[in-house]
């Protein structure tokens, strides 16, 4: 006789294990403590190194730096001609090779400064011609002169103060000790050239014209005249935040 064998089927395994278990999930308190561990472990891996330093060689000039010494002396600057072939040398040798010349930082104000008759020296040597020098040293002395005049005219006996952009009209005067003083306030963004501050300081004085004779420019003289002149105390006042953001102009 024959035997039937009736089997039963296998249940899946998953029948067999019973039900999975559920990740258990983090805190917040641990979340934190893992990004942060993950984030410091990244942090001290970075690194920050400095390789090579180029160095370039520029030529001298005459206004080269755009600046105006006040020792009436020609000028001394760097020109856009560059002296031969770049040097590149590692960091560690340049700051050895600096370590012999470098001025620390607080006498270089006192021992910085090239003397005017080595700056021309140092300029001739660079191919500047004496006449170029002395008619850029008149210049230089004329510049200077027209400062000087002109600081004297206007700030002779004016006052210069600083107040924080929340204070209104009435603590301002009082910051400069003038309460009964007459307010008058300038708007910055409208300056383009030295015409337009005259403009602006126009209806200050009606009977004056601030203008000077080529209408492009502040006659200083009769300004300073006008401010000498005037029956009531002035304080201009600029709010200098429009300055910071008045758009480039291209």
């Not at 660079?126 to 002169?145: D, M, P, Y």
């Not at 005259?198 to 200083?220: H, N, V």
């Amino acid at each position: 006789m024959a035997e039937t064998k009736i089997s039963s089927p296998v249940p899946p395994p998953s029948a067999l294990s019973g039900p999975k278990k559920r990740k258990a999930r983090e805190t917040p308190s641990k979340a934190l403590q893992n990004t942060l561990s993950r984030s410091s472990s990244k942090k001290a891996k970075s690194k920050v190194r400095f390789g090579d330093v180029e160095i370039r060689t520029h030529a001298l000039a005459l206004w080269g730096g755009g600046g105006v010494p006040a020792d009436d002396g020609p000028p001394l600057g760097l020109s856009w001609d560059v002296l031969g072939p770049e040097r590149r040398v590692r960091l560690e040798e340049f700051e050895t090779e600096r370590e012999l010349v470098r001025r620390p930082k607080d006498d270089y104000c006192s021992v910085g400064c090239i003397e005017a008759a080595k700056r021309q020296l140092m300029l001739v040597q660079f191919g500047s011609s004496l006449k170029q020098i002395r008619f850029v040293q008149e210049a230089v002395a004329k510049l200077n002169e027209e400062r000087w005049q002109t600081s004297k005219m206007l700030f002779e006996e004016t006052w210069l103060f600083s107040a924080p952009s929340e204070c209104d009209e009435c603590d301002m005067l009082a910051m400069a000790g003038h309460y009964a003083s007459r307010p008058f306030h300038i708007d910055p963004l409208s300056w383009v050239c030295t015409a337009d501050i005259a403009r602006s300081l126009q209806p200050l004085f009606p009977k004056t014209q601030l203008l000077d004779d080529t209408a492009e420019g502040i006659d200083w003289k009769r300004l300073a005249i006008a401010l000498r002149d005037a029956k009531e105390a002035i304080v201009l006042i600029v709010d200098c935040n429009r300055l910071n953001k008045k758009p480039c102009s291209k």
